[in-house]
């Protein structure tokens, strides 16, 4: 009895856990497939942006460009001018370092004071040329990132839920004395 109620504490636990890192994912999978619309970034006020959320913005691009590789992908990030907005790109096209260009895109906008995942590169940032800091106030814009493109960290959640669901059920149901019916031939 100890075992299973161990056993179903430790699944819920581990649920939790999982739960809570996925939480964004989880949440902006839900959005709506359509973005909102934001305007010229220079334009926009920095309390008005939502942490997590589907948005289309443009403005002009920094030409002061810094590269980071992940995952095997090459990235680009770029400051839009006149705003706290960092973008984050593919580097699918190649743009001259040396003048600002027009930028429109979309993708998912976070807050960088409510996410933990760029707190190295930030500090990158801030202690090398060109010396961006947007510790107070900053977004990072994941270019081209929509809603359903994080399906599996949902996906993630929702096993980690049902192994935690028939953890408890299971161990529910064998502590009141149910279980699998088994029948013998000594019987007939």
């Not at 408890?168 to 502590?175: M, W, Y």
Request: charged content about 20%; proline content about 4%.
């Amino acid at each position: 009895m100890k075992q299973s109620v161990a056993s179903s504490v430790v699944a819920l636990l581990l649920c939790g856990v999982v739960t809570w890192i996925f939480w964004d994912d989880v949440e902006y999978f839900f959005q709506r497939s359509v973005p909102v619309e934001l305007g010229p970034a220079a334009e926009i006020e920095p309390g008005a942006l939502a942490h997590n959320r589907f948005v289309s913005v443009k403005g002009i691009a920094d030409y002061r460009v810094q590269f980071a590789e992940a995952g095997g992908k090459t990235y680009r990030y770029f400051i839009l001018l006149g705003s706290k907005i960092l973008v984050q790109q593919l580097t699918t096209t190649t743009v001259s370092r040396g003048e600002p260009w027009n930028y429109a895109g979309t993708g998912r906008l976070l807050s960088l004071s409510k996410t933990l995942k760029y707190d190295q590169f930030l500090k990158h940032l801030r202690d090398n040329p060109p010396r961006i800091d947007l510790s107070s106030g900053g977004y990072i814009l994941l270019d081209g990132e929509r809603p359903r493109d994080v399906w599996l960290y949902f996906a993630i959640v929702c096993v980690a839920i049902g192994i935690a669901v028939f953890s408890v059920i299971r161990n529910f149901v064998l502590s009141k004395g149910g279980g699998p019916v088994v029948s013998s031939n000594a019987e007939r």
